[in-house]
């Protein structure tokens, strides 16, 4: 079995298909997919789609991009609220985004902090976005940690190794992306090969980001065995270990969601 620790199935165009979304990803071994929330005006339709699939699970959070429409007055105890459903394993995506800067950037750093607390008060992990901003989310990571009691996942993970080795000291995850297998991304691929075997997570990210040979279609769950069999590449273990591994991977960081 494979899980997909990231994904977006209500965003279009996959939205207009879920049934036969979720159907192609269990065909492909897909046991798991986790849909991630992004604002809090869709996240209704998250927990919805949630609970219409046992395979699909969710979480809460706004995302950097939208911190300036609706994050700035969201507080720790807001989110609290949010995530009281059982379907609820996570908190964001959150985090950094300085490529893009859609919102200011001290509204995203305190946006940052009020989930990094959400999480610590209800012991869930959180889902963390961090594009051109390594330092500074190195930095409120370590702030917020309190000795430790933080955990997550660094999502769709494409930064500078600094990255990879500050959230791995603080305990946190490392997910791949369908990037692993563009032709250019060799970089991300010699920094996947010295993530230990139990930090990694596979994802789609989708629908973006679909990886080889479906580059420049939208991506979708099932597309997960692609990046974990070149990550199986990468270690030189077999597609089979690729998938035992992340997937208990997951539900050790994701406890709530249960298996199958």
Sequence with gaps: MLVDSHCHIDYDPLGEDKAGVVARARAAGVGRMLNIGTTREDFPQICKTAEAFEDVWCTVGVHPHHVSEEGESLTTQDIIALANHPKVVGIGETGLDYYYDHSPRDMQQKSF???????????????????????????????ESAGGKLTGVMHCFSSRRVLAEDALKLGFYISLSGILTFKKSQELRDIARDIPMDRLLVETDSPYLAPEPFRGKPCEPAYVVHTAKVLAEIKKVSPEEIARLTTENFFRLFGKVARP
């Design 113 to 143: 902090r009020e989930h990094l607390r959400a999480c610590m008060a209800l012991n869930l992990p959180a889902v963390i976005h961090s594009r051109e901003a390594e330092e500074d989310t190195a930095k409120i990571l370590r702030e």
